[in-house]
């Protein structure tokens, strides 16, 4: 059974310019989180979706939004990049919302912005 | 508030000796809490999980928890470490009572496992 595949794997982008990363959750698999890790303020948690749906939002701004496909395949734009929005994004898929199901994660979007 | 602890930033332990990462948290119910590992340039792998029941959780690779309520502390630990056990290890809480999202996990700030020849 495959993994949570993101892509890209490793993006470079200017200041000012906007981003897409994908995520496709293992298969049968309809909630899809996001996160962001950075060195600093570690691990944090951005989004969930399940059935296309937004079901809880982190604590960041407006420039940060997701979306759900109906196949469960997810996407997320940052907007406007700062130099701090630097970090490697991580996607995770769990079979159901119940928060008793582990989360699977992907091998992360390590994102640079310069 | 949610919350997890990870009091050490880095836990040094020589190959074949036990070895304990710490981990406290705070909820405000009954806590879901699992433990994560990520090596270098990798996303987070599942290590155990304790949702009720037991209170010593088995997972992969031979690691196992201690859940104790009373102390809110999950404890990973390992009979004997290998060096192939040095990597980064999150612990992680989902509050069953936070009724805005059911998969939200609140990491702890992750503690660096180094183990020596």
């Known amino acids: 059974k495959a993994g949570v595949t993101q892509t890209p794997r490793y993006l470079i982008k200017t200041r000012g310019q906007q981003v897409t990363l994908s995520c496709s959750p293992i298969s049968g698999h309809r909630s899809v989180s996001w996160y962001q890790q950075t060195p600093g303020q570690g691990l944090q948690f951005l989004f969930e979706y399940f059935s296309e749906t937004q079901r809880n939002k982190g604590n960041f701004p407006g420039r940060f939004s997701g979306r759900q496909f109906s196949n469960s395949r997810s996407e997320m734009n940052v907007s406007t990049l700062e130099l701090g929005d630097s970090a490697l994004y991580l996607c995770?898929?769990?079979?159901?919302?119940?928060?008793?199901?582990?989360?699977?994660f992907g091998q992360g979007t390590r994102l640079t912005v310069v | 508030a949610q919350s997890v602890a990870q009091p050490e930033d880095q836990v040094n332990v020589a190959e074949g000796n036990p070895l304990t990462v710490k981990c406290t948290y705070s909820v405000s119910g009954n806590p879901y809490l699992f433990w994560y590992v990520q090596y270098p340039n990798r996303g987070l792998q599942f290590l155990l999980k304790y949702i009720t029941g037991d209170n010593l959780v088995k997972g992969s690779y031979g690691f196992e928890a201690e859940f104790n309520k009373s102390q809110t502390s999950f404890h990973l630990k390992k009979p004997s470490a290998l060096v192939s056990d040095s990597a980064l290890y999150f612990c992680a809480v989902r509050d069953p009572m936070f009724s805005g999202g059911y998969n939200k996990l609140i990491f702890g700030a992750g503690t660096r496992l180094a183990v020596h020849p």
């Open positions: 995770a898929s769990s079979l159901r919302v119940q928060g008793d199901t582990e989360a699977f």
